[in-house]
């Protein structure tokens, strides 16, 4: 049965920020050996027949060996047999309808932008939260963060572990964990082969690798 391990530090994908899915699963297996724990299967664009083929190939080239996440999609979870769910905010309350329908070592989590959507998500039976943007990032243009102030008075009010999202790169992974977060997550710095390899160093053992 897996566990969830700390740190946390979560790749998440996204097809469109590599030149083709080849390429980036070769970086889900590289970074694999690295030590990422947690892998999350976000693939907006790709149809339903290629989201499932995606996934069995990523539970194969890292031989299941980091918790698989999907998000959005409790079928494609149970057809691939992955390790749980991952929801939106706006579907925060289909925890309380997808939980019983998961293995008790699957998994459920939820992003979340406030303090109450983390309340409730804890209440409604989330294993974990994923909050931000902590930092600016590219991945929304223009939009502030939400910061770390409010990640740590998050951290302050639910016991389920949070991790960080937005802007995270070899110079600031560290500043979560400072402020309670139990990990880190991120698509494109955990996509470069240097970056990743100092987050994950970092992250171990509180410093970055020369």
Known sequence: MKQLTFPIISLITNSLVYKNKEKMIKNISRATNLGITMIQIREKYLSNEEKKRLSKKIKLITNNKPIIIINDDYEICKIAKLDGVHLPEKKITHIKKIKPMLNDDQFIGCSIHSIQSGILAE????????????FPTKSHPGQK?????????????????????????????????????????????LSNETTSQ????KLNHGEILC
């Open 123 to 134: 209440k409604l039976g989330a294993n974990y939260l994923q909050f931000g943007s902590v």
């Open 145 to 189: 963060p939400l910061g770390i102030k409010e990640l740590k008075k998050i951290t302050s009010k639910v016991k389920i572990p949070i991790i960080a999202v937005g802007g995270i790169d070899e110079k600031n992974c560290l500043i979560p964990l400072e402020n309670g977060a139990s990990g880190i997550a991120s698509i494109r710095s």
């Open 198 to 201: 100092k987050i994950i160093y």
